[in-house]
């Protein structure tokens, strides 16, 4: 069984940081694109960055410059550095991969989420 699990979420105030992660685990053989989407209240859930394997990034622009996606592929393991916290950035952020299990069998991955509040 391969999953994703989150964590680093919470509440902070506007300005504020946090760092998110998300660890694969189970029966990997590789893992293609990482990233991170997020889902506020009555919306639809939105792409907030991705990173590949080799390290190409991409970012939605209303992140852009205060977010940071990294990851260490030694440890099938995706970051969110998120800076300059404003309270439109609260939302349920989830995890999202792109692996390949041992069994060759491709699979898209989705953690279970992670709430995020921005708010004073």
């Known amino acids: 069984q391969v999953r994703l699990v989150e964590s680093g979420g919470g509440l902070v105030q506007p300005g504020g940081s946090l760092r998110l992660s998300c660890a694969a685990s189970g029966s990997i053989f590789s893992i293609n694109a990482m990233g991170w989407y997020r889902q506020a209240p009555g919306k639809q859930r939105e792409l907030v960055a991705t990173?590949?394997?080799?390290?190409?990034?991409n970012y939605a622009d209303s992140v852009k410059g205060r977010f940071t996606i990294s990851r260490d592929n030694a440890k099938n393991t995706v970051y969110l550095q998120m800076n300059s916290l404003k309270p439109e950035d609260t939302a349920v952020y989830y995890c999202?991969?792109?692996?390949?299990?041992?069994?060759?069998?491709?699979?898209?991955?989705w953690g279970r989420g992670t709430l995020v509040t921005v708010s004073s």
């Open positions: 990173i590949t394997s080799g390290g190409s990034t």
């Open positions: 999202n991969a792109r692996a390949i299990t041992t069994a060759r069998v491709y699979l898209e991955l």
